[in-house]
C-alpha cells in the first residue's frame, strides 16, 4: 500500500506499546545499535529486540537506512519545487515519486499542491529537471524552485510521539 491510498482502504496501523516506542528511540539515536544493547536498555532479549525490529520493518513503521550529507557524496545542488496542479493531483505526485533525483514528495493543501525535495550534481542538473522532466509533465500548471542556499538542521529523531 503507498501513502496515496485513501485512509478507508489503508490498514490501521499498528498499536504501538511502551516497549516498542523506546526500542525505536534507541535506534534513532544510534542506528547500528546492538539488538544486545537495546535489549537490556528496554528489558527484553537480544532475540526478542531482534523480533520486535523485524516486526516494525515489515509493517512499516520503521526503514533502518544509511543517511548521507548529499554533498559529501557530489550532490551539490538541493532544492523544494512547489507544484500548481491542473487536474487531480495523484498522477502528478505519482510521476514525480518516479523521478529518481526526487527523494520527497507531499500532497498538500494551501498555495501549492505539491512540494517535492530535488537533490541534483549541480544547477544544470536540476533546471533539467525542473525546466524539462517537472514542467513537462501532464497537469503541471506552475512550479516554483527553492533553492537551499545551507543545511542549519536536518534531524529524523522525532521519536514515536
Known amino acids: 500500500m503507498n501513502e496515496s491510498e485513501p485512509a478507508a482502504r489503508r ?3 499498528p498499536v504501538l506499546d511502551r516497549t516498542s516506542k523506546r526500542i525505536i528511540e534507541e535506534l534513532q539515536q544510534d542506528g547500528r545499535r546492538s539488538y544486545a544493547a537495546i535489549g537490556k536498555s528496554v528489558g527484553l532479549s537480544e532475540a526478542a529486540v531482534r523480533q520486535r525490529v523485524q516486526r516494525l520493518s515489515d509493517t512499516g513503521v520503521i526503514q533502518i537506512v544509511a543517511v548521507t550529507d548529499p554533498m559529501q557524496v557530489g550532490l551539490f545542488r538541493q532544492a523544494m519545487v512547489a507544484i500548481t496542479v491542473e487536474g487531480p493531483l495523484e498522477p502528478v505526485a505519482d510521476a514525480l515519486a518516479e ?15 505539491i512540494l517535492c525535495e530535488a537533490v541534483c550534481a549541480d544547477d544544470a542538473a536540476l533546471l533539467d529537471l525542473v525546466s524539462t522532466r517537472i514542467r513537462g509533465l501532464a497537469g503541471v500548471r506552475s512550479a516554483e524552485t527553492l533553492v537551499y542556499l545551507k543545511l542549519r538542521k536536518q534531524s529524523y ?5
Open 11 to 13: 490498514p490501521a496501523p
Open 157 to 161: 529523531q522525532w521519536g514515536t510521539r
Open 99 to 113: 523521478i529518481p533525483e526526487i527523494d520527497y514528495v507531499v500532497v498538500c493543501a494551501g498555495r501549492f499542491d
